[in-house]
């Protein structure tokens, strides 16, 4: 027989000189799927039924079954409902067979075989049931094609290359998904909302936005999560692992792409430029938060006051303001701080680390706005201008307090007496007058 010619068929690329055959696959409720491949020199198609979860052969030829690739299609139903199903993809191997006329027996299931070749191949895909080992690490499999895109990740093979870029990839689908990116192709279409998606596990994670299903579950704490990704990076939070090491620092990460911005940090590299200035980011979402200050949206609405937000941490910030919580407790006293942030300020009172170090002097100092404002000291910048005056000032507190001035504004109010200030300073002198101090 010639090398056969097999067609493309819902965008996966069947390799050669595999033999593929007209089959057919059934589920558990009795649905089939058709899947055509046109091979050249093959005047009779064989038929192999998959009827739930067991290999038969119908016409006991000489070939055997194994499972190759899950892929996603959309099936034609045998009644009036049509649904989206997962199938298999069979490929069909050339390979004689001693066919006894007896069933063979699976000992797991309730099923006969017809053939032993095909009971083997059953149980190789039967859960726990893991024959395909890698010489390279001990990892088993249940199926050889997942054991040999296993052993790209030892070997670095990237076979399927992208023919409009110089990106490759050690498994079809993720060419298939990438060549979108090219095509712009969205075949997923959530029908609640207008958004579609490249990938359709991308579609079913997004759908669990509008059901709130997340099937994850932390076994440690109650959290749950939509994606099982997040919930291993969330179990980290417990066990303390780091696994993705920068090779020039000693720092480590719980998720590459962590890991990824940090290197950038050692590099220097920005990809993510703005469109309507000369600067660029490291990170993408930094690229859309700075791009909100171009266009004024703040999509982050604080549902207890009128506050909008442009970036979802400073709302989770400022909504500590109405609930007074303080989730970051230093470990050598009894303080308690609202932000992250503030509590390392705070920690370095007790270490005296004292990172920020000016370039033209000696001093240096524990958060970098104060070594900002010190620098001011050296070139006698006064940037914060007065809009109702010329004043000028270094700082921008300094502005405020001064604009005070103008508006009349005494926020500090004393709870002895009647008197109120515009600055906080003001207000504590005032006060040691009532204690004697």
């Not at 033999?19 to 091979?39: G, L």
């Not at 099982?228 to 939070?237: E, K, P, V, Y």
């Amino acid at each position: 027989m010639s090398e056969p010619i097999v067609k493309e068929e819902f965008g996966v690329n069947l390799s050669k000189p595999t033999y593929f055959y007209n089959f057919k696959m059934r589920n558990t409720s009795n649905k089939v799927v058709e899947v055509k491949d046109n091979i050249e020199n093959e005047s009779k198609p064989k038929e192999v039924p998959y009827l739930n979860g067991v290999f038969q052969v119908s016409t006991y030829e000489k070939f055997e079954a194994t499972v190759k690739e899950e892929i996603e299609v959309k099936e034609e139903p045998l009644e009036t409902q049509g649904a989206e199903i997962k199938c298999k993809e069979f490929e069909l191997k050339e390979e004689p067979i001693d066919f006894t006329g007896e069933n063979d027996q699976c000992s797991q299931y309730d099923k006969a075989f017809p053939h032993n070749n095909i009971h083997i191949e059953h149980r190789r895909i039967y859960p726990g049931k893991k024959t395909y080992q890698c010489s390279h690490c001990g990892k088993a499999f249940s199926q050889n094609s997942n054991l040999i895109n296993h052993q790209r990740t030892h070997t670095g093979e990237k076979p399927y290359q992208c023919s409009q870029c110089d990106k490759a990839f050690r498994q079809n689908i993720h060419l298939i998904y990438h060549q979108r990116t090219h095509n712009g192709e969205k075949p997923y279409q959530c029908s609640q909302c207008d958004k579609a998606f490249s990938q359709n596990m991308h579609f079913i994670y997004h759908q669990r936005i509008h059901t709130g299903e997340k099937p994850y579950q932390c076994s440690q704490c109650d959290k749950a999560f939509s994606e099982n990704r997040n919930l291993i990076n969330h179990q980290r939070t417990h066990t303390g692992e780091n696994p993705y090491q920068c090779s020039q620092c000693d720092k480590a990460f719980r998720q590459n792409i962590h890991l990824i911005y940090h290197q950038r940090t050692h590099n220097g590299e920005k990809p993510y430029q703005c469109s309507q200035c000369d600067k660029a980011f490291s990170q993408n979402m930094h690229l859309i938060y700075h791009q909100r200050t171009h266009t004024g949206e703040k999509p982050y609405q604080c549902r207890q006051c009128d506050k909008a937000f442009s970036e979802k941490r400073n709302l989770i910030n400022h909504q500590r303001t109405h609930t007074g919580e303080k989730p970051y407790q230093c470990s050598q006293c009894d303080k308690a701080f609202s932000q992250k942030f503030h509590l390392i300020y705070h920690q370095r009172t007790h270490t005296g680390k004292k990172p920020y170090q000016c370039s033209q002097c000696d001093k240096a100092f524990s958060q970098n706005c104060n070594l900002i404002n010190h620098q001011i000291t050296h070139t006698g910048e006064k940037r914060y201008q007065c809009s109702q005056c010329d004043k000028a000032f270094s700082q921008n507190i300094h502005l405020i307090y001064h604009q005070r001035a103008h508006t009349g504004e005494k926020q500090y109010q004393c709870s002895q007496c009647d008197k109120a200030f515009s600055m906080n300073s003001n207000l504590i002198k005032h006060q040691n007058n009532h204690t004697g101090r």
